[in-house]
């Protein structure tokens, strides 16, 4: 099973909104609506901070929502934050024996 | 406060056995799944698999032939056993509550496969 696809990077300015996606087959992310995106600072654990496409966990800023069209999931961090600096991996449920596959991550820089 | 720790050997010697061990609390470990994920610079996060407080498991396939997850509840611990283990198993090792989403992780844990 392959990994999801996420853009290796992204930037953005303080105050501005960024995307990340994270494309997928109809056997993962567009078959199920069991996407999940992570947060990782280096050297850290990820953090959970979507899960079910669009749900935050509590404690999760409102800045970050999460989106899904068709086999293509999305991460959208608004009012974009110096502390937003890190990577950002999606994971997916999938139908195949893997159960669940992640992205390759993505680094957000804020300029 | 749910946290886990994951503890075990740093260092495996190639086609030997990587155990480890995470101990969970502030949570009951009956009430959820409970999984394993690593990670390396390569490959980045790859799902090992999970467990349930009943023995169900459910592995990743291209694992599959050398991994057992086991779990005992009265110590609050789920551990990980990965056999004929080579360079391309060194990670940084994680364990993880729940199992098609992970909200909360142990620290991580480095393991090196080298003799």
């Known amino acids: 099973q392959s990994a999801l696809t996420q853009p290796a990077s992204v930037s953005g300015s303080p105050g501005q909104s960024i995307t990340i996606s994270c494309t997928g087959t109809?056997?993962?992310?567009?078959?199920?609506?069991?996407v999940s995106w992570y947060q990782q600072y280096p050297g850290k654990a990820p953090k959970l901070m979507i899960y079910?496409?669009?749900n935050r966990p509590s404690g999760v800023s409102t800045r970050f929502s999460g989106s899904k069209s068709g086999n293509t999931a999305s991460l959208t961090i608004s009012g974009l934050q110096a502390a937003d600096e890190a990577d950002y991996y999606c994971s997916s449920y999938t139908s195949s024996s893997t159960y669940v596959i992640f992205g390759g991550g993505t680094k957000l820089t804020v300029l | 406060q749910v946290h886990l720790q994951e503890s075990g050997p740093g260092l495996v010697q190639p086609s030997e056995t990587l155990s480890l061990t995470c101990t969970v609390s502030?949570?009951?470990?009956?009430?959820?799944?409970w999984s394993w994920i690593r990670q390396t610079p390569g490959k980045g996060l790859e799902w090992i698999g999970y467990?349930?407080?009943?023995?169900?498991?459910n592995y990743n396939p291209s694992l599959k032939s050398r991994v057992t997850m086991s779990m005992d509840t009265s110590k609050s611990q789920f551990s990980l056993i990965l056999r004929s283990v080579t360079a391309t198993d060194t990670a940084l090792y994680y364990c993880a509550r729940r199992d098609s989403h992970f909200d909360y992780w142990g620290q991580g844990f480095l393991v090196t496969v080298s003799s």
């Open positions: 079910e496409v669009t």
């Open positions: 467990i349930y407080y009943t023995g169900s498991t």
């Open positions: 502030g949570d009951s470990i009956t009430s959820y799944y």
């Open positions: 109809s056997s993962d992310v567009g078959g199920y609506n069991y």
